[in-house]
């Protein structure tokens, strides 16, 4: 069993910066790919940024630029820099790991959801 917990979200002006974490716990051999979602009311979920287990990244375009996803293997840790926040960019941020508890089999988990507000 894997628990994945987000923390840094929170209110934040226009312009300002955050940084999100996500460290998984459990039952873990090795992670997969990494990434980044968010939801907005009324939107679908949208993938902000992902990274393989090789450090490849993606990021959506609305982020590209202002957003960086980095790994910490060490710490089964996943983070999100997130600069130049904008209004849009309000939503509840959720992280997604690939985990191979075994080396045999992987299973999706996904964060709680920290909420980041970004005032105008």
């Known amino acids: 069993q894997v628990q994945l917990v987000e923390s840094g979200g929170g209110l934040v002006q226009a312009g300002g910066s955050l940084r999100l974490s996500c460290a998984a716990s459990?039952?873990?051999?090795?992670?997969?790919?990494m990434g980044w979602y968010r939801q907005a009311p009324g939107n679908q979920r949208e993938m902000v940024a992902g990274?393989?287990?090789?450090?490849?990244?993606n990021y959506a375009g609305s982020v590209r630029g202002r957003f960086i996803i980095s790994r910490d293997n060490a710490k089964n840790t996943v983070y999100l820099q997130m600069n130049n926040l904008k209004p849009e960019d309000t939503a509840v941020y959720y992280c997604?790991?690939?985990?191979?508890?075994?080396?045999?089999?992987?299973?999706?988990?996904w964060g709680q959801g920290t909420q980041v507000t970004v005032s105008s």
């Open positions: 459990g039952s873990i051999f090795s992670i997969g790919s």
């Open positions: 990274i393989t287990s090789g450090g490849r990244t």
């Open positions: 997604n790991m690939n985990v191979w508890p075994d080396g045999t089999r992987y299973s999706t988990y």
